[in-house]
């Protein structure tokens, strides 16, 4: 019986991830905006994507700005939302009311936000808001790209990878050969 050695070659898919741009937890003031692309608050942003309006000490929303859009999802489990789901929201340029009667940025409130530059926000509304930043609203927030990551063609490995592979066939048919010879001459 003559050995034969076979070498099976395949491809395992990988479950695209998406890739988190910006993250974390802050109080953006009243009457301030707020970029999620890149986490920054500031009165005079031309890329913000939210404003933390205050129209007096009872009355303020949260509204989107420039291209951006939101939607208000209630209390929800904000570690369960995945890029998928954000992408299928309908977002909308309403503001969400954060007065003092029928205020829906309670502590544990969930809203999305499409921004500006195409990529998608979930946040969560993490306590009251705080007086000491004029009725500032306290967030964590994680913000997530919807473009793929550059992925290099498998078709076409590395030089170091290939030799690699080829070292480590070449070793396998050694040993398989002395491993038959040594098999052969005992059988004698």
Do not use: C
Not at 74 to 95: K, M, W
Not at 151 to 174: C, H, K, R, T
Request: proline share 9%; charged share 15%.
């Amino acid at each position: 019986m003559k050995p034969r050695m076979f070498a099976t070659l395949f491809t395992i898919p990988i479950l695209s991830l998406a890739s988190t741009i910006s993250s974390g937890t802050i109080v953006i003031p009243g009457t301030s905006q707020f970029d999620f692309d890149v986490g920054v608050i500031s009165s005079d942003l031309p890329d913000a994507d939210v404003f933390w309006e205050q129209f007096n000490s009872t009355d303020r929303v949260l509204a989107p700005e420039g291209e951006a859009k939101i939607i208000y999802l209630s209390i929800v489990n904000f570690a369960d939302i995945t890029l998928e789901q954000l992408r299928t929201f309908p977002y909308a340029s309403v503001p969400i009311n954060g007065r003092d009667t029928a205020n829906l940025l309670i502590p544990g409130a969930v809203f999305a936000v499409h921004t500006g530059e195409g990529n998608f926000a979930k946040a969560l509304v993490t306590g009251p808001f705080v007086d000491s930043a004029n009725h500032g609203l306290p967030i964590q927030w994680e913000t997530l790209s919807p473009h793929e990551p550059p992925v290099e063609d498998p078709a076409a490995p590395e030089p170091s990878s290939f030799l690699l592979v080829v070292s480590a066939l070449g070793a396998f048919a050694l040993a398989q050969r002395r491993f038959i010879r040594t098999t052969h001459i005992e059988r004698r």
